[in-house]
């Protein structure tokens, strides 16, 4: 039995210790509503330090070029570096306002988004002599259309009545349909590269990327949802299953192929560069289509990552055939893969992966395009940053997923301390204990 005076401070600590808990709760609401409203303030300053920058200098090029304060029509320079074939009035396709758009509903700049809207539907042509990336026209632009459709024509009223008829959809259409050529092969696979003008140039290459023809689900299936038109999504769904149909029998798939003869040209692979939508993109249409054909493709895949891949904490590339490690090294675009975790359920696996990636940020203050695990040290020719999002994204979600537990376990523990004080108090005064530990 506890000495009486041991007993009282027992008891007055159990018994001011809900109160402490609280008030350290409540002061620690207070800050963390105060930072998030200097993050928002501050989030709010870049967005439109990048945004009015873009629109005085660059507009409508396809992106800024900060130093020099002028401009690239990126999209088309990709596949085009010589030029050559562009016309001479060609002025760009206004990719970052149409990158932007959904940005600006976020901000809650109704405003600008509607002269936005506006403007594209009447300046913007893909009647254009230009050789352009399947995957990033369809990511970028395809996906900023369909999104900002959507966005435009939602319950929230946010264009003025009668200004908006359908019009991104309609451009979103009409860029859909000059993608198709690209999947006219023997294989299903589309081509990387495609003339929005002219299809698909002759001799042109075939090979691809896994990212590259396994990435397109989202924005075509959603533009056959939107349009009717069942064209698009099945252009897209039949590459993808003659992609799956390629995989190893340890459900592994490679990182560049060719598309007409659909045999693999590299079979060293891992989440990174290359191969990393395929993963993200198959479960995130899971989510928006409904298709178990998805989840059980994704789910053998995500499986055999889990297997092949990972080495404690840390993801490494294999060959595909046999498993066997590769290359050591953690690239900026892995680190969307905690993120994908959270989205799957797998939060103790995301929260592994995501501090690993957060170690090497915090190693250098940002995240190294590529980084050598097994040296443990940068990769002598890639000693940059692109500003990827792929880490932000990821640390949202595992906030997101998080963030509860913390009020839960505060919840958990003023019970547990207040059951222990009755179980004390009970003790020494002959009461017996009666039915508080029934809830757990």
């Not at 988004?113 to 990336?133: G, I, K, P, Y």
């Amino acid at each position: 039995m506890l000495p009486l005076k041991s007993m009282t401070w027992v008891l007055l600590l159990l018994l001011l210790s809900p109160a402490i808990i609280n008030l350290s709760t409540s002061q620690s609401d207070a800050r963390w509503a105060a930072k998030k409203r200097r993050l928002r303030d501050k989030v709010h300053k870049m967005f439109y330090h990048a945004y009015d920058n873009y629109m005085i200098h660059a507009f409508p090029h396809d992106e800024l070029k900060p130093l020099s304060k002028s401009f690239t029509d990126s999209l088309s320079e990709l596949g085009n570096l010589k030029l050559e074939r562009l016309p001479q009035d060609y002025s760009g396709s206004a990719l970052t306002l149409i990158e932007s758009l959904s940005s600006l509903v976020i901000m809650g700049n109704n405003t600008e988004f509607q002269s936005a809207v506006v403007w594209l539907s009447e300046n913007l042509t893909f009647n254009v002599d230009a050789r352009v990336n399947l995957f990033e026209c369809n990511i970028r632009v395809l996906g900023g259309l369909v999104s900002a459709h959507l966005l435009a024509t939602d319950s929230t009223d946010r264009l003025g009545k009668g200004v908006y008829k359908n019009q991104l959809l309609t451009l979103a259409e009409d860029l859909g349909k000059r993608f198709l050529p690209a999947f006219n092969t023997p294989t299903g696979l589309p081509y990387a590269w495609v003339n929005l003008k002219y299809g698909v140039m002759e001799n042109e290459t075939t090979e691809t990327s896994t990212s590259g023809c396994g990435s397109l689900i989202l924005e075509m299936g959603a533009l056959s949802r939107l349009t009717g038109d069942p064209k698009y999504e099945s252009a897209a769904l039949r590459a993808l299953r003659k992609l799956w149909s390629m995989r190893s029998s340890l459900n592994l798939l490679g990182t560049t192929l060719d598309v007409s003869t659909g045999e693999w040209i590299e079979y060293s692979t891992g989440i990174g560069a290359g191969v990393d939508s395929f993963y993200e993109y198959l479960f995130k249409a899971h989510i928006l289509f409904g298709k178990e054909e998805f989840w059980r493709m994704f789910h053998s895949a995500y499986i055999a990552v889990q297997k092949y891949f990972r080495h404690g904490p840390w993801y490494h590339e294999a060959d595909m055939r046999t498993g066997k490690a590769t290359y050591w090294q953690l690239t900026s675009l892995q680190a969307f893969w905690p993120g994908l975790q959270v989205l799957v359920g797998d939060i103790a696996a995301a929260n592994s992966s995501h501090r690993e990636f957060v170690y090497v940020w915090k190693k250098y203050g940002v995240l190294p395009e590529r980084y050598l695990l097994d040296h443990q040290m940068l990769h002598p020719t890639e000693k940059y940053y692109p500003l990827r999002p792929e880490l932000a994204e990821s640390t949202f979600y595992l906030y997101q997923a998080t963030k509860g537990l913390i009020s839960f376990l505060i919840s958990y523990l003023q019970f547990y301390m207040e059951l222990n004080f009755r179980a004390i108090f009970y003790k020494h005064s002959d009461i017996s204990v009666l039915s508080d530990a029934s809830c757990f």
